[in-house]
């Protein structure tokens, strides 16, 4: 194979436009083009260049330089001034060092004498065709490049958005369709009932086919107008335009088929419910959805709410907002303060102790527990607040000899701080241990962790005296406070106010009564609040009595009853 065969067979798809005024000659070297290049297409002169070039895209353009109308080095400047990489070899009868000078100045990249030797112009193309063809084999590589990437940032973006397991859009694009959404929305977010308890059961191969099962399931009821995502582990969301009346009537349906459907176990069939909450309309769906669900399920399995700013969560979320700021400000600033209640010795009639009450005081502004400690326990300064406790009720019972309680969480048990605190405090105020009832509710002897229990034993064994607040108020493990060893026990009085008119309360505060004669633990008799009662109490042999009857709670100890 001849040489300007080679290069025939690799200039073959190059694109060249030749330019030339004189027709005899423009015809033979077409002659000769047309034997290297597919492609050739020729001009008369410079502007009729100019304007096919417009036209169309050109590998190489071979151009005359004496021309009318346009000569070849105008047509040169112009295409490089809009194209700079255009590859331009001036074709010239004249070898004259100006024109060179000229052609080299605009950046062509050849220059060949008329007439056109074969030799040298194989050598011109030949180095134009290997530098073409490098451009088109990058940018051909590039676009399959971009192409591959394009489609892997597809697969990539569709992944974000999807769920592996059930092939349906996830939480985050869930999130994305939210905070785009113009729209009036109902979001029904749907939990799979005791979920841990299949995993548990039947493993997490069939808690997966459960999860498969219900996706399925929840597919067949979407609609043009609505979307079904699954949020991962046992939640599903559906978010649609639903008309206001038939938002629960659809829940009802969806959970009746999800209760009758099954996912086959071996010999059996693993049956679930759902429990549905639904939000409509607010600026935070998702948020209140979960809120809704939160309270649906303290009210039992496969229930079905809706959102309303009445939801107790909802009402504890504003209260929350409303006495953070409080809270926190009477910490920094100490304005929660002690009032203290008497305890009266049945015995003697006599105050021997007292339990001091956390209260914060700004002003003449008044906080009691009531308004403040369940959102001081939500936002986790309950530590804080017993501190400052502590401290102050020290202050005032170290300048006299009464015994004082105080009450104690188990979120301080879990903080791991009382010991070294109390111990501190001790030394600083010279107070012995004995005169100091620390208060647990009674929950403590049914939920308590063992470390909890333990700190208790070994703060008993400091020398402070332990007391059981609200016996019976919720459901006392009577062999868990019997090894705790109590020094108190304290009737919750709910059934302490009513013991002159219920026979019922009258019945469970003598066998509290009983019970701690039997294990060797006082009584003390909370809300004693009139003759009647404080009478009862006595007859039942109660050793303390507190409540209203002998003193409201007050900022200064008072001596006498």
Known sequence: MTEIQVLAQQAQDINILYVEDEEDVREQTKMIFDMLFKNVDTAFDGLDAWQK???????IVFTDISMPRMDGLELSRRIKEEDPMQKIVIVSAYNDSDYLLQAIELGVEGFLLKPIAIDKMVLVVKKLADSILAAKLMKDYRQKLEAEVEEKTKIIKKQVVTDKLTGLQNRFALNKVLENSENDNTLFLINIDNFESINLVYGYEYGDKVIVSLSKLLSKEITKESQLFYLGNDEFAILCNSSEDILMQYAKDLQKRIAKSFVEYKDHAITFTVTIAIAKDNEDLLKDAYVTLKEAKQQG??????????LL????????????????????????????????????????????????????TLYTPFLFINIAEQIGVIPEITKIMIDKSFQVFQHNSYSFSINITEIDLNNHYLQAYLRKKLQEYAIEPSRVVLEVLEGISVTGAKNSLEQLRELKEMGFKIAIDDFGAQNSNFERVHSMNVDFIKIDGSFVKNLATDPKSYSIV????????????????????????????EELGI????????????KELINEI
Not at 53 to 59: A, G, L, S, V
Not at 317 to 345: C, G, N
Request: hydrophobic share 30%.
């Open 301 to 310: 399995k496969n229930s079905i709410k809706r959102y309303s700013k009445d």
């Open 543 to 554: 050793e303390y009595s507190q409540g209203y009857y002998f003193s409201e709670p007050n």
């Open 313 to 364: 969560i909802e009402k504890l979320q504003a209260q929350i907002q409303e006495y953070s700021p409080i809270i926190r400000e009477a910490i920094d600033e100490k304005y929660v303060i002690p009032y203290f209640q008497a305890i009266v010795d049945n015995r003697t009639n006599k105050i021997t102790k007292y339990e001091c009450l956390a209260r914060i005081v700004k002003g003449d």
């Open 53 to 59: 070039y417009q036209n169309t895209q050109y590998d």
């Open 510 to 537: 003598k066998t509290i009564t009983d019970f701690a004669k039997s294990i060797g633990a006082e009584v003390i008799a909370e809300y004693v609040h009139s003759k009647e009662v404080y009478e009862i109490i």
